[in-house]
DNA sequence: TCTGGGGTCCTATGCCTT
DNA sequence: TCTGAAGGCATAGGACCC
């Protein structure tokens, strides 16, 4: 059996341990740049704010309504949520780390086990080591698990946050109950292409033919298809593979349409994403550039477009990704565009330790030595006080955070004060 | 004025090699 | 030496997840 644990609300959840004034109140918590709402109190879900939902667009509300309103500060919630894992990870020695809210328990030789209620104690404990409420989902496949786990939020009197799918009675009412959108695996796309054929709910969607969905769908949605059925064709992934791609993407505050003021933006993404894969220590040997108009300004000419840049050799190098990233901006930039968004994705990545040398071409050998010696002072005095020529010395531009709240947990200045 | 960021997997296509 | 089939690989795009 899976059990799919899903923390309530987790980022609003993770604000209120600490302020414990926001509870029974209505909170949202802002993506990246103050943007969009991405994570709601259930006060704030009744209040008719949708998840995505503009922060310009909804002002009024908040004002109207006292919502709390915080920017995201994923290092408190990176923190609570490696809490979190650990203690699940002590009632199983199969768990899988979906995500910074989510963990896939297996049960195996649990057979004399009432898990209902294993679960119950496995919620109250993260709830009195963490302050943080989860719902938890048992079933016979992941998929399920993830049925489960929605009707145990949908249902909490009735569930107390915890349900098992253990019958075909009730996993066949599950599905009945499900709408097609709703189904994990199922997105947009998908969903809309369904109702169109009247396929409604999740049951309505197994009762489709293998071949099908195999052939609109591809293998992917009939594995879901077979999940679904109850038979298990997604096993726990307990080990993290190593990463394939590493980004830095943002959307800038206003537009921008100046080639140099976008290489420099760009050198930095670059930049950004050599530090990430020194710190993991990982060679890239390519380089995705991209940029684009706004798509929200219908009006304006649109514009995307973005570049794959190889690398002769494996590194990580601030100085030749930069170098690459800005070569690439030259040949995909269109002069008469207001530019919105741009990033840098670092592909093709493999140990600094051990990767393969180039027959004709290498790294300048001391670049490795340049890059420990600025590692290691941005370590002590801070990041960003080493910046190549390229990029702007003097920083105008960050990430909007104006309602950021403390990192409670995780900076020893910012520690809770108790009076 | 203001609409996130960071990932994964699958498939089709075209080119190259065996 | 030529040819077609089949497989490997890179790339782009689509779809999904949180």
């Not at 394939?244 to 505050?253: D, G, P, Q």
Request: aromatic fraction near 10%; charge should be positive.
């Amino acid at each position: 059996m899976f059990a799919l644990i899903d923390c309530n609300n987790f980022y609003v959840s993770c604000e209120r341990v600490f302020n414990p004034k926001l509870n029974n109140r209505p909170v949202v918590v802002l993506s990246n740049n103050d943007g969009c709402a991405i994570s709601r109190s259930n006060e704030a879900k009744a209040l008719g704010i949708p998840m995505g939902a503009p922060a310009f667009k909804y002002e009024k509300i908040f004002t109207k309504h006292n919502v709390e309103v915080f920017s995201s500060n994923f290092t408190l919630y990176g923190d609570m949520s490696s809490r979190v894992m650990s203690i699940l990870s002590k009632y199983t020695p199969n768990i899988e780390i979906y995500s910074i809210d989510e963990a896939f328990l297996k049960f195996e030789g649990f057979e004399n086990y009432d898990l209902e209620s294993y679960c119950q104690s496995i919620k109250n404990m993260v709830f009195k080591w963490t302050g943080i409420p989860i719902s938890i989902g048992i079933a016979p496949t992941k998929a399920l698990a993830k049925v489960s786990n929605r009707i145990a939020k949908k249902f909490p009197e009735k569930t107390k946050g915890v349900y098992l799918i253990n019958s075909d009675e009730k996993r066949i009412k599950a599905l009945k109950w499900l709408k097609i959108e709703d189904v994990w695996g199922i997105g947009f796309r998908h969903a809309e292409r369904l109702k169109n054929i009247k396929i409604n709910t999740a049951h309505n969607f197994i009762n489709l033919e293998d071949n099908w969905v195999r052939r609109n769908m591809s293998v992917v949605g009939l594995r879901l298809k077979k999940e679904l059925e109850g038979k298990s064709v997604l096993d726990l992934e307990e080990i993290r593979s190593p990463k394939k791609a590493i980004a830095t993407t943002r959307s800038f505050e206003g537009t921008i349409n100046d080639f140099e003021e976008i290489k420099e933006r760009i050198s930095t993404f670059a930049i950004c994403c050599a530090e990430k894969l020194r710190s993991q220590n990982s060679n890239c040997n390519s380089i995705y550039v991209f940029v684009r108009s706004n798509k929200f300004q219908k009006n304006k000419i649109q514009y995307r477009n973005g570049i794959m840049m190889t690398i002769p050799f494996s590194t990580n190098s601030n100085i030749i990704i930069s170098k690459y990233a800005v070569e690439g901006l030259k040949r995909i930039f269109r002069k008469g565009i207001d530019y919105k968004k741009a990033g840098t994705i670092v592909m093709g990545l493999d140990s600094s330790e051990n990767h393969q040398l180039n027959l004709f071409e290498n790294e300048n050998p001391r670049h490795k030595y340049l890059m420990k010696t600025i590692d290691f002072i941005q370590k002590k005095e801070g990041q960003s006080k080493i910046k190549l020529a390229s990029q702007d010395l003097r920083k105008r531009w960050k990430m909007k955070q104006e309602k950021l709240s403390h990192s409670y947990t995780c900076k020893i200045n910012e520690i809770i004060n108790v009076k």
